[in-house]
């Protein structure tokens, strides 16, 4: 058995922003403090495969694994026992190839940015959970370099990758403009590396 707390990876953009100008408008959306709470869930450590990612949404632990014919495993929180394996592997509709890190979005939606696609795919956890296995909403992004992306609100996108310019993208979905900006830790602060 493994133990697993609900509360494990949550992305602190902020750490690396902490000293920034309050101008920046990245900024303001990182501003919100949030209490996390931690449950000990039991799962069969077999179950997990070779995770890319999980997320707790609502009481429901969302694992993206690397190697599977079926990309999201779904627990329950409460009981540990999976609730679905689904989402094919695939460039075929409803079907992902390389997903990367789960973001909440809003109420029970949850994105996930394919690299190999470039696509920010939106997904239904009730849906899943029902068999619904279809995409809510995809994004369209054309973003080189880029390895994940957060829809920050409706039209802006940050995305964080290698970019040659600066650290991260700010995407305009309306006007598909791109604006690379570089963080305020540039240049690196062990530039001897």
């Not at 949550?10 to 990245?26: K, R």
Request: net charge positive; with cysteine.
């Amino acid at each position: 058995m493994m133990n697993l707390h609900s509360g494990l990876f949550y992305l602190s953009i902020t750490l690396f922003l902490c000293s920034a100008n309050a101008q920046e408008p990245v900024l303001s959306e990182f501003s919100k403090t949030v209490t996390v709470n931690s449950t000990v869930t039991k799962i069969q450590s077999l179950d997990i495969g070779e995770l890319v990612d999980m997320s707790v949404i609502d009481s429901v632990l969302v694992i993206n694994e690397m190697f599977n014919e079926n990309i999201f495993k779904l627990f329950s929180i409460t009981s540990g026992k999976m609730i679905c394996n689904c989402i094919r592997s695939g460039r075929g509709p409803n079907e992902m190839l390389y997903p990367d890190i789960i973001t909440k979005c809003k109420n029970d939606i949850f994105s996930t940015y394919d690299q190999n696609l470039k696509k920010l795919i939106y997904i239904s956890i009730n849906d899943l959970i029902k068999g619904n296995f279809q995409f809510r909403k995809i994004d369209k992004l054309e973003i080189p370099a880029a390895l994940k992306a957060y829809p920050i609100n409706d039209s802006m996108i940050i995305c964080t990758g290698v970019f040659e310019e600066g650290r991260y993208c700010l995407y305009n979905k309306q006007t598909k403009r791109k604006l690379i900006k570089k963080d305020l830790l540039w240049p690196p602060l062990h530039p001897e590396i």
